[in-house]
């Protein structure tokens, strides 16, 4: 039956006034949604986009000391080549990196592993393990500067109940880097623990009951089931744990004094460009290092974003 023209009008005008509303409260909705997110984006653009290019430029300057600065170009840039600070630095940050982040992932989830088991008192241990975390930098590096006291320190003590004289363990220029990396590991293990133990409650009960009826043995459970299914939280975790690596700074600052002999095998870039900026008053090469060790980060964490094609299950 053929519609009467006049209803075909009014359909048209319906459906045209549909529409047009449905524009008008998407107009409505992403007005609100952009003021409610402006906020946000403007303390983003203001205490960190905005950074990054002031820095990027003053890297490219040369500073006075009462504040004034001059276009230098790539002096800066070219200076990095002969700094052999800057390349003790990146060997220093780069042992540190090399150590702290593959054993701080397998202790994390070795110790997610067994917290994710029903044993007694496994929320105290819990707590326990991420006390740490919750504590400032500086309170940790205090009280792990006391037991590291080559005199009256706690493990030195304990050293000589054996008869075994204990080392400068903060003094020593050999020694002093890999005992910033033991506590750098002690203080990060909570942190890395709790995202583990999240990714291990989201691994369907199925898979391990099915492997039990199978009769597979712990071992080959933990390697063939539980660490494909926990490799994009390790992915996560590996990710945010480099570049956190990279940026230390406040254990080294506590822990080693400017006048000690163990300083230079235990600077990292960071605090090279604490030096320069702060110390020395040099900002423009300080500018110029936080850039070089931007585009090292940014680099590596492409060449990661790579590989984990190759070892990250997201099924």
């Known amino acids: 039956m053929q519609e009467h023209p006049l209803q075909v009008e009014v359909k048209a005008n319906t459906k045209l006034k549909v529409t047009n509303l449905t524009k008008t409260r998407k107009s409505s909705d992403f007005f609100w949604a952009y003021l409610m997110i402006a906020?946000?984006?403007?303390?983003?653009?203001?205490?960190?986009?905005?950074?990054?290019?002031?820095?990027?430029?003053?890297?490219?300057?040369e500073w006075g000391a009462f504040g004034q600065y001059e276009w230098t170009g790539l002096d800066n840039y070219k200076r990095m080549l002969e700094d052999t600070n800057l390349i003790k630095s990146f060997k220093n940050t780069a042992i540190y990196i090399i150590l702290t982040v593959p054993f701080g992932i397998f202790l994390s989830i070795l110790i997610a592993v067994l917290l994710n088991q029903n044993i007694k008192g496994k929320s105290i241990y819990r707590t326990l393990y991420f006390l740490p975390v919750i504590t400032m930098p500086a309170a940790i590096a205090m009280v792990w500067k006391w037991l590291y006291n080559s005199d009256y320190g706690l493990l030195n003590y304990l050293l000589s109940l054996f008869g075994i004289k204990g080392p400068q363990w903060v003094s020593d220029p050999k020694i002093a880097l890999y005992s910033i990396i033991v506590v750098a590991i002690w203080s990060g293990i909570g942190y890395n623990m709790i995202i583990f133990l999240s990714g291990l409650q989201g691994i369907p009960k199925s898979y391990y009951e099915a492997a039990e009826m199978d009769g597979a043995g712990p071992f080959r459970v933990f390697f063939n089931i539980t660490l494909p299914l926990?490799?994009?939280?390790?992915?996560?975790?590996?990710?945010?744990?480099?570049?956190?690596?990279?940026?230390?700074?406040?254990?080294?600052?506590?822990?080693?004094?400017?006048?000690s002999t163990a300083l230079e095998s235990t600077q990292?870039?960071?605090?090279?460009?604490?030096?320069?900026?702060?110390?020395?008053?040099?900002?423009?090469?300080?500018?110029?290092?936080?850039?070089?060790?931007?585009?090292?980060?940014?680099?590596?964490?492409?060449?990661?974003?790579?590989l984990q094609k190759k070892w990250v299950h997201y099924d």
């Open 230 to 259: 926990l490799s994009p939280v390790i992915f996560f975790v590996s990710i945010t744990s480099l570049i956190g690596a990279f940026q230390v700074f406040d254990l080294i600052f506590m822990m080693i004094g400017k006048s």
């Open 268 to 306: 990292s870039v960071v605090y090279l460009f604490y030096q320069h900026a702060f110390v020395l008053n040099d900002k423009g090469y300080a500018a110029a290092i936080a850039v070089l060790l931007l585009i090292v980060i940014l680099i590596i964490t492409a060449v990661q974003m790579v």
């Open 39 to 61: 906020p946000t984006m403007l303390g983003l653009f203001i205490f960190y986009l905005w950074p990054i290019f002031q820095n990027f430029y003053f890297s490219f300057t």
